[in-house]
T-cell receptor
Framework: AQSVTQPDIHITVSEGASLELRCNYS??????LFWYVQSPGQGLQLLLK??????LVQGIKGFEAEFKRSQSSFNLRKPSVHWSDAAEYFC?????????FGSGTQLTVLP | GAVVSQHPSWVICKSGTSVKIECRSL??????MFWYRQFPKQSLMLMAT?????????EQGVEKDKFLINHASLTLSTLTVTSAHPEDSSFYIC????????????FGPGTRLTVT
């Protein structure tokens, strides 16, 4: 069975600082990996995805993620955080049948 | 492209009544639609998967007689919460997949249901 672990429930960073959100997955085959962002009371917006190829994936809003098969990780990064990045972030692993989400990481950005 | 809408965005109903939530893919045809439930400060939990023209597949622990799903066309799926109770209060999110075998899902903005 596929599963996703996001070890950090809540992260606080200062505006302009760098950010890394951790994601570890368990999947029996080649994983299809996603990062989504959710603002309060809103649906999910896709930040980026990894299907194959280059292990460093660029997404929207200046985010990137690196797939590391040896570590079963797909960490999300941003070099300089903006106050508007404050939100909930979900990592997900996908199959043809469904997406399985991690528990999410709440990001707070300090001015 | 790939826009999914939900209606209503929020609804308040009395205990014992039924509520219908619509999920529409606006600019693509969705062979499969998914319904998720999200409690405050928690992740999304898949409730059911629906394919156009066939019965929905419910996840373990989800009451199919309580959460009725209809996927009548390639652009519309509905979730009806029957005989709603306060414990059904939650945030319901739908998503749509454009083609079979695709790994991508496009999400709607969600519907906040409050049962009083």
């Amino acid at each position: 069975a596929q599963s996703v672990t996001q070890p950090d429930i809540h992260i606080t960073v200062s505006e302009g600082a760098s950010l890394e959100l951790r994601c570890n997955y368990s999947y029996g085959a080649t994983p299809y990996l996603f990062w989504y962002v959710q603002s309060p009371g809103q649906g999910l917006q896709l930040l980026l995805k990894y299907f194959s190829g280059d292990t460093l994936v660029q997404g929207i809003k200046g985010f990137e993620a690196e797939f590391k098969r040896s570590q079963s990780s797909f960490n999300l990064r941003k070099p300089s955080v903006h106050w508007s990045d404050a939100a909930e972030y979900f990592c997900a692993v996908g199959s043809a049948r469904q997406l399985t989400f991690g528990s999410g990481t709440q990001l707070t950005v300090l001015p | 492209g790939a826009v999914v809408s939900q209606h209503p965005s929020w609804v308040i109903c009395k205990s014992g009544t039924s509520v219908k939530i619509e999920c529409r893919s606006l600019d693509f045809q969705a062979t499969t639609m998914f319904w998720y439930r999200q409690f405050p400060k928690q992740s999304l939990m898949l409730m059911a998967t629906s394919n156009e023209g066939s019965k929905a597949t419910y996840e373990q622990g989800v009451e199919k007689d309580k959460f009725l799903i209809n996927h009548a066309s390639l652009t519309l799926s509905t979730l009806t919460v029957t005989s709603a109770h306060p414990e059904d209060s939650s945030f319901y999110i739908c998503s749509a997949r454009p083609e079979r075998g695709s790994y991508e899902q496009y999400f709607g903005p969600g519907t906040r249901l409050t049962v009083t």
